[in-house]
């Protein structure tokens, strides 16, 4: 499905994506947070590529985990090591392997859930990064007998759902906490920036992979 050279390319369209969504996240983050959700982002994954950029004869574990490393030391709030852990759990569960297959990119999704849940003594309905990405993880388990194409596709619908829900609960978790019944009605940042890094994901496999 995808080898270790493309998971580069991957995180690399992650990055550009991020970057062209920095003002708005930051904007999303500037009503129930710091104000500084897409600056911070922004700035990790361009440290992340410049680190991974040099790794094309590496195993995927090794640049996930990298990439990972990198996002604890530059992101910075929560969003850095709760990121960071995903991108390391994903690169435990992966491990040596240069080519990734499908059934990898799901082990390496809920590895990066469980790790984000760990870190973050967090849980679903709590208006976080867990809102998109469990029901996406749900989608593509689900849908996995459909094919690879229509699995895919219901990630990012499924994810951008959940994007949606963290509109209408209200924030138990972090600075958008603090907010109780205010934080009603806002879109949360991190579910959102995870909602962009897996469409990214599933655009870059539909587009170069021929799905």
Known sequence: MVNSQELIQILTKINEKIAENKDYLTQLDSAIGDADHGINMSKGFKAVVDRISQMKDKDCGSILKT???TLVST???ASGPLYGTAFMRAGQVVGSKTELNFDDFISLLEAALEGIKLRGKAQRGEKTIIDSLEPAIEAIKKHKEEGEAAALKRVVEAAKEGVEYTKKIVAR???ASYLGERSLGHQDPGATSC???LKT???WITENKGL
């Open 67 to 69: 990439a990972g490393m």
């Open 75 to 77: 992101v910075g709030g």
């Open 173 to 175: 978790k972090g600075r």
């Open 195 to 197: 909602y962009l890094m």
């Open 201 to 203: 994901v599933v655009d």
